[in-house]
């Protein structure tokens, strides 16, 4: 599996590489203007990083399209792997690209805009008391991201395989929306039913009713247990799935 | 004699085709074998089952006594009839990769073999032509020691010059100990590798034998008999 990571991320670290030249001379670009400084000016430079992951993230797709649609498919699927390696290290890859992005231009954010943010002057209990916070709310992010990846390769992969195998091009975007839309009715049922929090600071558990998967209340962060679990459980199951049909149902 | 190939009952179906229609066929370890018919016979559809990338309708396929699987693409060598090589390798990265897929790929004999066919590693795969490709790729199927290669339309569409140099590199590196099922239908450039020919037909096996008994029973060589089954 190391081995098709390592293809994995040599097929794709120019395009990665690209997005985050253009990200950066953008926000550069955005920077130099400097009429306003945070307002305007860093609502921009946000922008173009949602711009940047947005072209990472159609990339992502169109990548796994092309293995399923295309020629390289033949190469891949031959290859003695197991459908679990493959969309394992395509998922390694993405996140670890979806990583990279994320760290570089946020710090680079940070560097455009020290003097306006001046984290120096910020006080360290606060900083001490938001930093795990908002370390965890990252992590929960990303795995709703991975989650949301997985999903999009089942719908690919359920794309390919319905209706015999023909080649429908826009299908999967067809039944992503209505997985989409089935696990999110399933989250909401989640979270109304199983009302039990944990504050992510102080790691109390308490129940607050008409929450949300996750809640911002009174300066902390709190996270429902039970979507938590239900969110993995959706992200275990899709990569099964979609690994089982990858292996034993696809006809390239 | 020990079977490479193992083949039962095996039917695929489309939506509106049989492409195959219940196929027996047993291919013993160190034979050449042509699979012969014109174009829509099910050739590439039996070759691509056996290859792991379609899934039979029907019926069992096993290679070296197991099912189609992660093992059995580990010893079957396949070649595709069109470009399979990611658009971003160059030469020498096509070569690293098989280099770290196949524990029997021998770097040595790749070298050799892509000088035979004049071709240079640092060339990119989107740069070359028709002729090219079916050179590297094959290039890169027979530099594997596996127990079977699968080649599927080896010279299909190459000038006659290209087409000598493949048919010469099938001839020098094919390794007695390994199994060779070859797809044509331009049978009378190959037929002199097989020792057995099937003959398909519509998803059925029409004819099939000892290539070199073949011709002696029926005092015609195997592009005559093909012409003959098929009506050309």
Do not use: C
């Not at chain 1, 990548?63 to 394992?88: C, H, M, N, V, W």
């Not at chain 1, 390694?92 to 760290?103: A, D, Q």
């Not at chain 1, 067809?174 to 944990?198: A, C, E, K, M």
């Not at chain 1, 008409?210 to 009174?218: K, M």
Request: hydrophobic residues 45%; proline residues 1%; neutral net charge.
């Amino acid at each position: 599996m190391g081995k098709y990571i390592k293809y994995e991320i040599k097929g794709s670290y120019r395009f990665v590489l690209g997005v985050l030249a253009l990200v950066l001379i953008l926000m550069t670009g955005i920077y130099l203007k400097g009429f306003d400084r945070l307002g305007i000016i860093g609502g921009l430079a946000g922008l173009a990083i949602v711009i940047g992951y947005i072209a990472e993230i159609y990339y992502i797709m169109d990548s796994f399209r092309k293995e399923l649609y295309e020629d390289r498919g033949y190469l891949t699927f031959t290859l003695p792997l197991s459908g679990k390696q493959i969309i394992a290290s395509k998922l390694v890859v993405s996140t670890l690209w979806i990583l990279v992005i994320g760290f570089v231009t946020m710090g680079y954010f940070l560097i455009l805009f020290r003097k306006d943010i001046n984290i120096g002057q910020l006080e360290i209990g606060l900083l001490e008391e938001f930093l795990p916070q908002m370390i965890y709310y990252g992590i929960y992010m990303l795995v709703l991201g991975i989650n949301t990846l997985i999903l999009i390769y089942l719908s690919m992969a359920l794309g390919r395989v319905t209706i015999r195998n023909k080649k429908l091009g826009g299908l999967w975007f067809l039944i992503f929306i209505v997985l989409s839309t089935f696990v999110q009715i399933g989250y909401n049922y989640v979270y109304q039913t199983f009302p039990h929090y944990l504050n992510l600071s102080s790691f109390n558990l308490i129940n607050i009713d008409n929450g949300a998967g996750l809640t911002i209340s009174s300066g902390s962060i709190y996270m429902n247990l039970a979507t938590a679990i239900y969110t993995i459980l959706i992200g275990i199951v899709s990569f099964f799935t979609t690994s089982y049909l990858v292996e034993n149902k696809i006809d390239i | 004699m020990e079977k490479i190939v193992e083949i039962k009952g095996l039917t695929k179906r489309y939506i509106n085709t049989i492409a195959l229609n219940g196929i027996d066929l047993d291919i013993e370890k160190g034979r050449v074998v042509g699979i012969l018919g014109p174009n829509g016979s099910g050739k590439t559809t039996l070759i691509k089952i056996l290859a792991g990338l379609l899934r039979q309708s029907k019926g069992d396929v096993r290679i070296d006594s197991h099912n189609v699987g992660v093992y059995t693409k580990s010893i079957v060598s396949y070649l595709p009839d069109r470009n399979f090589l990611y658009n971003w390798m160059s030469i020498e990265d096509a070569l690293k990769f098989y280099s770290d897929f196949y524990k029997d790929f021998d770097m040595k004999r790749a070298e050799n073999l892509l000088e035979f066919m004049n071709l240079d590693n640092n060339l990119k795969v989107n740069q070359l032509s028709k002729g090219m490709h079916e050179k590297l790729n094959l290039s890169l199927v027979l530099s594997r020691k596996a127990k079977l290669y699968i080649l599927d339309e080896p010279i299909a569409g190459v000038d006659p010059v290209a087409r000598d140099k493949i048919l010469d590199a099938i001839i020098n590196n094919y390794n007695e100990d390994s199994s060779m099922i070859i797809t044509t239908h331009l049978v009378r450039d190959m037929e002199n590798l097989f020792d057995e020919v099937v003959f398909l037909k519509e998803g059925t096996i029409k004819l099939r034998g000892e290539a070199e008994k073949l011709r002696e029973e029926n005092g015609k060589s195997i592009d005559e008999l093909y012409k003959e089954v098929f009506g050309e």
